[in-house]
């Protein structure tokens, strides 16, 4: 085979990927005890991706996690975050009121834990689908890492 | 010279470490002329950098300096290095004169800042005592979420986060819309390979 000179960067990039996803719902999810969030969660996904496509090839990635895929996983995380502000304006409060979600008086919170997770996780879609569209852009425009580029 | 050999010594000899390499890869980005070694030497600047604010208990700070100056934007300017020359030419010297007595200034104006700057942790300080300590004192009870940040960015000012996000989607869709979304050159590369495929078949 010819691309057998980048064997170990393809196995050490395998063993990594995975764990990378991982650290990524972690933070995501330890966001609200932690430091990190949705945004740093969303990078470290994306960045995830973006390793696959530089160890394996660009059209290997676009056939794992596809542009059309990725987009759309952009625009719908935008649609979650503005779908709480939406409910919780449904349930009688304001814009992004996460305590009128489920009607509580001051004190308590699960409607603040719940608006905050759901929101983060449209944060998370968001930025994981900007951030692998713009490596696609420019990625997507040489068609391959030339070997003499390394 | 005693003062070296107090317990307050550590943090501050990691603090000057750190700031040193930070120099030094400056220095070093501005001499190189690969793009290649520029664009690693730039993940690196942001690695220790976020090594610092993590160093000065700036966390959030510096994890997302981490996960996006050394982790994303390092992937993003490879992919845009490979679409121009591999190095920068060679200049003049003394061509930069004019830009770097430009900098020179707004570094000795900046120097001359810091030292009305409150000190680090420094409990009287603007930003001790004004609404972010609001923002400590009453956040258990408004939200019951432990971590004041997540609380402040993700309720207090949701519309203000809903705005980056929208901020974010808007950059990505940019780009994709001045670049293309990749796809044509995905197409582009079965076809080689199909090409290519045929062409080892024949032979």
Redesign the interface.
Same mark, same amino acid.
């Given at each position: 085979m010819k691309s057998d000179h980048h064997v170990i960067l393809r196995v050490i990039g395998k063993c990594f990927i995975p764990l990378i996803v991982i650290y990524g719902f972690y933070?995501q999810f330890h966001?609200?005890?932690?430091?990190?969030?949705a945004? @740093?969660a969303g990078?470290?996904l994306?960045?995830a991706i973006?390793?696959h496509s530089?160890t394996f090839?660009?059209?290997t990635t676009?056939r794992a996690v596809p542009?059309v895929f990725a987009?759309t996983l952009?625009?719908v995380?935008?649609l979650i #975050?503005?779908g709480v502000?939406f409910w919780s304006m449904m349930q009688g409060g304001l814009?992004?009121e #996460?305590q009128a979600l489920f009607g509580e008086p001051?004190?308590g919170?699960d409607g @603040?834990?719940a608006?905050?997770i759901i929101? /983060?996780l449209?944060?998370l879609f968001?930025?994981t689908?900007?951030?692998i569209?713009?490596? #696609?852009?420019?990625?997507?425009?040489?068609? /391959?890492?030339r070997d003499e580029?390394w | 010279m005693r003062d070296l050999f107090t317990a307050d010594a550590g943090p501050l000899l990691i603090n000057i470490t750190l700031l040193a390499i930070l120099f030094i890869v400056a220095l070093a980005i501005a001499r190189l002329r690969s793009l290649?070694a520029i664009v690693m030497l730039s993940g690196v600047y942001s690695l220790v950098s976020a090594a610092w604010y993590i160093s000065v208990d700036a966390?959030?700070v510096g994890?997302?300096e981490a996960?996006?100056g050394a982790?994303?934007s390092t992937?993003?300017l490879?992919?845009?290095m !490979?679409?121009t020359a591999?190095t920068a030419k060679p200049e003049k010297p003394l061509s930069k004169l004019g830009p770097f007595l430009v900098c020179g200034a707004t570094a000795a104006m900046l120097i001359y800042a810091t030292v009305d700057l409150p000190g680090l942790g420094d409990p009287n300080s603007p930003a001790n005592t004004g609404p972010g300590m609001t923002y400590v004192h009453v956040n258990w009870?408004? &939200?019951?979420?432990?971590?004041v940040?997540?609380?402040v960015?993700?309720?207090y000012r949701?519309?203000d986060?809903?705005g980056?996000?929208?901020v974010?989607?808007v950059?990505?869709?940019a780009?994709?819309m001045?670049?293309?979304?990749?796809?044509?050159? !995905?197409a582009? &590369?079965?076809r080689?390979?199909k090409r290519k495929g045929k062409e080892g078949d024949a032979s």
């Open positions: 933070v966001g609200e005890v932690g430091p990190g969030g945004f @740093q990078v470290v994306a960045v973006i390793l530089l090839g660009l059209a676009m542009p987009r952009a625009a995380g935008v #975050y503005v502000g814009f992004l #996460y001051p004190g919170h @603040q834990h608006g905050i929101v /983060e449209g944060v968001a930025v689908g900007a951030m569209t713009i490596f #696609y852009a420019l990625a997507g425009r040489v068609a /391959e890492i580029d | 290649f966390v959030d994890y997302t996960a996006v982790g994303m992937a993003v490879l992919g845009a !490979l679409l591999r009870f408004d &939200t019951g979420v432990p971590n940040v997540t609380s960015l993700a309720s949701g519309f986060t809903m980056e996000t929208v974010v989607f950059a990505g869709l780009v994709a001045l670049l293309g979304f990749g796809e044509r050159s !995905l582009e &590369t079965l080689n390979k």
